[in-house]
């Protein structure tokens, strides 16, 4: 079996414990595994390389690395650290691996362990953009819990998400009472407040209620924390829309007033506001926001397109019977249009070939970070993204299109792994640069230096040895020789029986001169000393700077000995991953392919379903003429033929 | 109005007949990132076989001790018998060090024994002020894989930092 990875153990051995069973029971098996495999590792190590690897795993997980973090092998060893455990569910969210997150985190044992508020937050938060607000309550109030040990960072957050759940839920007391222990200074205020209102809007909240709710909101600068004029025209938009449906027709088009003209809520506030002036029959400033929105949005907007059915309607009301007939014909005009573009643009092969535009713009060259992290700026602007714009924003899309991002991120990473496989298994294929021989002859040459080094160094150990009781230590040869001379002049002269005056002098000049040279010697002898115990000591150094030299060089000359012999074996090994990345590259293409079909069916249905509006739309567009007409021609006929024809 | 509310329901049917394929799918997804990890594990492992030996590996790792009074900014690593490693920091990464994270910065392939090497974080005071803060040392390198330390930290006295480098 391979060798593989603490996690990818662990993983492996959950999903063989998982076969066939329910997942409360893979959980454990998860939890389990990895605790075993990092126990079972870490007792090996030193507690300094834990410290180490704990460390080094948190600084990857803190930079939001989540797949080094779990995966690289100097983290591997504190993958067993309760802290590192405690933080591994949020990895695997982060991943996209919700199940294995879910998994671990429902452990019994994890969960005695407490502080798994992060864990359970991101669970929350999951579960909130899939829209099971029930799940993400369950989830939210688990991270609240004191235990939980929740980042103080997301307390706001994970309280948006107790106060929207309880809020959609109906609850309205407990949730606002976590409204009021909410600070009003970030956006998931202000969220919680917006899902407040839908709720109360649900139990009917009459018009003076909704207006001191929004009363403080509308004296609120729009530079304060958290709080911008997308979310105020958000909650003007929707509290117009609200009591329009309520018949409050001069509050609503009090409300669509103040949505900004320049904001992402622009076109169905003009719509809305409209329908609030037409409703209080003034109907020449009903037309103008409609013929603003003709003029100035996309046509296959769904606000233009109700426009342009409402336009005639109000028309007709304003100017009676056949007056308004060219404005009907104008909007039919229009919408059939409209209805040609959604026809070409729901294309599947146009709509691939959409996907595959923004699809392609993404840099997937490194695996690592968020998978989940689709990103919605990576749709160009073009007249398709146009058309669906409404669908860009739906759950549905956003999860599609993470997922299409996810698997071409794997199979570019696939990509580049199969190709360094390759070229290592080239390189392991091809004759060696540096064989044997090559390398006995270097450690052959370095032992024969160190031997060379050594009997130097032994050489100067007996110098040093002999110099020490020595009559003239450390003199040189040519002192040496000059105290010979003395001395056997010295000898000459004192030999002789009868000295001459000459003889007696000269035996007691080199006598002197023998003096001199000695205390010359002498003079010089601690310099010499030093410097010999200097050359020794250097020597001696040289000695152990080969002697490490020759034992690296022995080290690798065993392994490459070992290295040759395992080579068949690990060449296989890295055949056999060439071969799982093979097979994991063509699930993976399969996999593209049906999750592009996936998101081309979304948008294929988007369009569908403008289009079918839209038939609506010219369906009664077409009766309101039809009906126009013939009404004008009994009004003829009752007139006795004359009328307009003549 | 009626139109809004048919075409809702419409879609919201289209959205969950694609919802149930697309639960089949996620679940392939994430058993292919499984297969990831794993490989990614095996790979990494024939990689460590084949290219670093413990006896010449060395790994260099980066710690902050306060941070107070010096900003690293990016790191240039140099030294005699192995490649030179650089690196520029992000916030994100700072905000790791800070509260007490290890960078590993990298890992050369270095032959036993002595090496000399220069280390210079470059980075800003607490004035703002680029400054480069050098380390110049030397490390033994055994049989064993090396692990070295270089630590940024506060020298509160004179409200400047200093870096030392330790083996592991």
């Given amino acids: 079996m391979h060798k593989l990875g603490l996690l990818a153990l662990a993983l492996s051995a959950s999903v063989l414990a998982d076969a066939g069973t329910q997942s409360a029971e893979k959980t454990q098996s998860l939890f389990a595994s990895i605790d075993a495999a990092a126990s079972a590792r870490s007792s090996r190590l030193d507690k300094r390389d834990i410290e180490l690897s704990k460390r080094v795993y948190f600084y990857k997980y803190l930079t939001e690395d989540y797949m080094s973090a779990i995966t690289a092998p100097e983290a591997e060893a504190s993958l067993s650290q309760t802290e590192v455990l405690m933080t591994l569910p949020v990895s695997f969210l982060n991943m996209g691996m919700d199940s294995y997150a879910l998994s671990m985190i429902s452990d019994p044992v994890l969960e005695q362990r407490g502080g798994l508020g992060n864990s359970w937050f991101v669970l929350a938060q999951r579960s909130a953009e899939r829209g099971d607000w029930e799940a993400a309550y369950d989830f939210a109030s688990r991270a609240a819990e004191s235990s939980a040990l929740l980042d103080p960072a997301s307390t706001q957050e994970n309280r948006y998400i107790l106060v929207s759940s309880l809020a959609g839920n109906d609850q309205l007391q407990m949730a606002k009472s976590i409204l009021d222990e909410m600070a009003a200074d970030d956006r998931w205020y202000f969220y919680s407040l917006y899902n407040v209102m839908l709720a109360e809007m649900r139990r009917d909240i009459d018009g003076d209620d909704l207006s001191r709710l929004l009363r403080p909101l509308r004296k609120l600068d729009i530079t304060t924390a958290g709080y911008d004029q997308a979310l105020y025209d958000r909650f003007m938009l929707t509290a117009g829309r609200y009591e329009l449906e309520n018949s409050r027709y001069p509050e609503a088009v009090e409300y669509l007033r103040s949505v900004s003209h320049d904001g992402p809520y622009a076109a169905?506030?003009?719509?809305?506001?409209?329908?609030?002036?037409?409703?209080?029959?003034?109907?020449?400033?009903?037309?103008q926001p409609w013929r603003v929105l003709q003029d100035n949005f996309y046509h296959l907007d769904l606000a233009v397109l109700e426009s342009l059915m409402a336009t005639p309607y109000v028309a007709e009301l304003m100017q009676g019977g056949v007056e308004s007939l060219h404005v009907y014909e104008y909007a039919e005009r229009h919408m059939t249009s409209a209805m040609y573009d959604i026809d070409r643009l729901n294309d599947a092969e146009l709509l691939s070939g959409w996907v595959n535009g923004w699809a392609g713009q993404g840099e997937?060259?490194?695996?690592?970070?968020?998978?989940?992290?689709?990103?919605?700026?990576?749709?160009?602007?073009?007249?398709?993204?146009?058309?669906?714009?409404?669908?860009?924003?739906?759950?549905?899309?956003?999860?599609?299109?993470?997922?299409?991002?996810?698997?071409?991120?794997?199979?570019?990473?696939?990509?580049?792994?199969?190709?360094?496989?390759?070229?290592?298994?080239?390189?392991?294929?091809s004759p060696r640069v540096m064989d044997a021989e090559s390398g006995n002859a270097t450690v052959a040459d370095m032992r024969l230096k160190l031997v060379e080094l050594k009997a130097e160094q032994a050489r100067f150990k007996r110098w040093i040895e002999t110099e020490q009781n020595a009559p003239y230590p450390y003199a040189n040869d040519e002192e040496m020789a000059r105290l010979q001379t003395l001395r056997a002049i010295r000898e000459e002269t004192s030999s002789e029986s009868d000295q001459t005056a000459e003889m007696v002098q000269l035996n007691r000049s080199s006598s002197t001169l023998i003096g001199i040279q000695a205390w010359k010697v002498f003079k010089e002898a601690p310099i010499r000393r030093w410097e010999t115990v200097k050359a020794y000591v250097e020597l001696g150094n040289q000695v152990n700077d080969a002697s490490e030299?020759?034992?690296?060089?022995?080290?690798?000359?065993?392994?490459?000995?070992?290295?040759?012999?395992?080579?068949?074996?690990?060449?296989?090994?890295?055949?056999?991953?060439?071969?799982?990345?093979?097979?994991?590259?063509?699930?993976?293409?399969?996999?593209?392919?049906?999750?592009?079909?996936?998101?081309?069916?979304?948008?294929?249905?988007?369009?569908?379903?403008l289009n079918d509006r839209l038939k609506e739309y010219l369906a009664t567009t077409r009766l309101a003429i039809a009906r126009l007409y013939d009404n004008e021609l009994r009004r003829n006929a009752n007139s006795g033929g004359l009328g307009e024809y003549e | 109005m009626k139109f809004v509310v048919a075409g809702m329901l419409w879609f919201f049917g289209i959205t969950q007949a694609v919802a149930e394929t697309q639960q089949d799918i996620q679940l392939e997804i994430e058993s292919a990132k499984r297969s990831v990890l794993e490989i990614s594990n095996e790979l990494k492992e024939i990689e460590t076989e084949l290219v670093r030996p413990n006896s010449t590996k060395a790994s260099l790792y980066v710690a902050i001790n306060g941070g107070n009074f010096f900003k690293p900014m990016s790191i240039e690593v140099t030294g005699n018998g192995f490649e030179p490693l650089n690196y520029v920091y992000t916030e994100l990464e700072l905000k790791a060090l800070k509260l007490g994270a290890v960078q590993p910065l990298g890992t050369v392939d270095?032959?036993?024994?002595?090496?000399?090497?220069?280390?210079?974080?470059?980075?800003?005071?607490?004035?703002?002020?680029?400054?480069?803060?050098?380390?110049?040392?030397?490390?033994?390198?055994?049989?064993?894989?090396?692990?070295?330390?270089?630590?940024?930290?506060?020298?509160?006295?004179q409200r400047s930092a200093f870096a030392t480098l330790k083996a592991w």
């Avoid at chain 1, 991002?405 to 794997?410: A, G, R, T, Y």
């Avoid at chain 2, 470059?122 to 803060?133: A, C, F, I, S």
């Fill in chain 2, 110 to 157: 270095v032959a036993p024994g002595a090496h000399w090497v220069r280390i210079v974080i470059r980075g800003q005071d607490e004035r703002e002020q680029v400054r480069d803060l050098v380390y110049e040392g030397a490390f033994k390198k055994g049989h064993r894989h090396q692990k070295l330390l270089l630590t940024i930290a506060d020298k509160v006295e």
């Fill in chain 1, 268 to 287: 169905p506030a003009l719509l809305h506001y409209g329908w609030g002036m037409a409703k209080q029959w003034l109907y020449d400033q009903a037309l």
């Fill in chain 1, 364 to 429: 997937h060259s490194h695996l690592q970070g968020n998978w989940l992290d689709g990103n919605p700026d990576l749709v160009e602007a073009s007249e398709t993204s146009k058309a669906l714009e409404s669908l860009l924003d739906t759950p549905e899309f956003g999860s599609a299109q993470a997922d299409l991002l996810d698997i071409q991120k794997m199979q570019t990473w696939v990509q580049k792994q199969s190709e360094i496989l390759q070229s290592q298994i080239g390189i392991m294929q």
């Fill in chain 1, 549 to 609: 030299k020759l034992d690296g060089l022995v080290q690798l000359e065993s392994q490459l000995v070992r290295f040759d012999e395992s080579s068949d074996k690990r060449l296989q090994k890295m055949k056999v991953a060439q071969v799982r990345l093979s097979d994991l590259g063509s699930r993976l293409e399969d996999l593209r392919q049906r999750q592009q079909a996936t998101v081309v069916v979304l948008a294929e249905h988007h369009l569908t379903m």
